[in-house]
């Protein structure tokens, strides 16, 4: 892609991508993979380079600045709007590389499309002033359209512990196996990626803990542009890019369901069967309440992490809190919705039951179940016991 790519915004580049995802869709989901074109669409709209520092080519935006464009994509087809959130946060992740690692990873423009996982799935030793890195790395999306991967291993020095590192992969050094089987976001293509005895540079790895803490090479916030964005820890933004997607899938289901709504009210009023319009009028009401809280919380932690300053440990535990709370409002309002839809809405042929999947796949992510991210809220917001706990 050339370096002249628009950047991410919520207008007709967005626009264009939702109506070819939507065209594509089913097919996408019978391909367990992205149609090529839409992948295009996402690069070109500016998916690949919002995050990439400025140095590098791209835009250094922030996060509220995508939170209307991820949820646009969402409400056609919540897969392609998974993809993007994925090459949102990946481009973020790189821009803690080494600065050589950096332009080593972007010095083709800043649209490569990065995708990973930080799961510690992989091992690696010390040779030739690098790693030697082995592992596979099952659910990474967008694998198959990938230009590069970051993935987290152990690195195991001798005479030293363990080290958690993410390790950047250029598409040459891995192989992809096909198994993404799951029954909602199909279309991500959320396949395994493997690595076998690979050669990673120094250069081309950094060490997760700055990943979490937010902590950049040599960066400096005030005078770097984009690296403010950057420099935020993993934790309080994490969620926010898994409930995008959903968000936009839920206010998609609203807009169909209106519709289906709307025709069998008239039905009624020529006398047709049905439960009457209180019922209805109560499921537009709590499904549509339950959306609207769900985006002004997502909303909140876009604005925090954009605020340029250092954010709490308190306020990263309530953004993991408030998107573990957004996933189950947003399952709840889809569910609603999706019962009130009658068998039409059940119909394969309907975008309503695509999305009402989707909503429980994206749902099911590790970072958004709501105990865990109680607890840890908890653990902050309440004073410690008389035990110290």
Known sequence: MSPQSPSVSPAPAVAAVSVLAAGRATAA????????????????????????????GGRGGGFTAVTDAVA????????????????????????FLPEEGRKRLWQDGPDALVVGSVSPRGRALPKDGGWQLTGTWPY?????????ALVLGLAKAPDAPAERRIFALPRSAYSIERTWSDIGMRATGSHTL????????????????????????????????????AAVPLAAVNGLFFCLPM????????????????????????????????????TLARASGAIDAARLLLERIAGVADSGREITALETARAQRD???????LVGAVDRLFRASGTAGHSESSPLQR???????????????????????????????????
Do not use: K
Request: proline share 6%; aromatic share 6%; with cysteine.
């Open 29 to 56: 989901e019978s391909a367990r993979s992205l149609d090529p074109d839409v992948v295009r669409e996402l690069v070109g709209a500016g998916f690949a380079r919002h995050f990439v520092p400025v140095a590098h």
């Open 72 to 95: 646009t994509i969402g409400a056609a087809c919540p897969a392609t709007a998974w993809c993007a959130s994925i090459a949102l946060s990946l481009s973020r992740m790189a821009a």
């Open 140 to 148: 990474v999306s967008a694998v198959e359209h990938s230009d590069w």
């Open 194 to 229: 493997t690595v076998v005895d690979v050669h990673v540079p120094e250069v081309l790895s950094f060490p997760v803990d700055d990943l979490m803490a937010g902590r950049l090479p040599g960066a400096d916030t005030d005078a770097d542009t984009g690296a403010a964005a």
């Open 247 to 282: 968000l936009g899938a839920a206010e998609g289901a609203l807009a169909h369901w209106s519709a289906y709504a709307t025709g069998q009210l008239r039905a009624q009023e020529s006398g047709g069967p049905g439960p009457g319009r209180a019922f209805y009028e109560e």
């Open 323 to 329: 998107c573990a709370l957004v996933a189950d409002l």
């Open 355 to 389: 999305l009402w999947r989707d909503v429980h796949s994206a749902a099911g992510h590790i970072v958004l179940q709501f105990g865990p991210n109680a607890s840890a809220y908890a653990a902050r917001a309440l004073p410690a016991g008389p035990a110290g706990r």
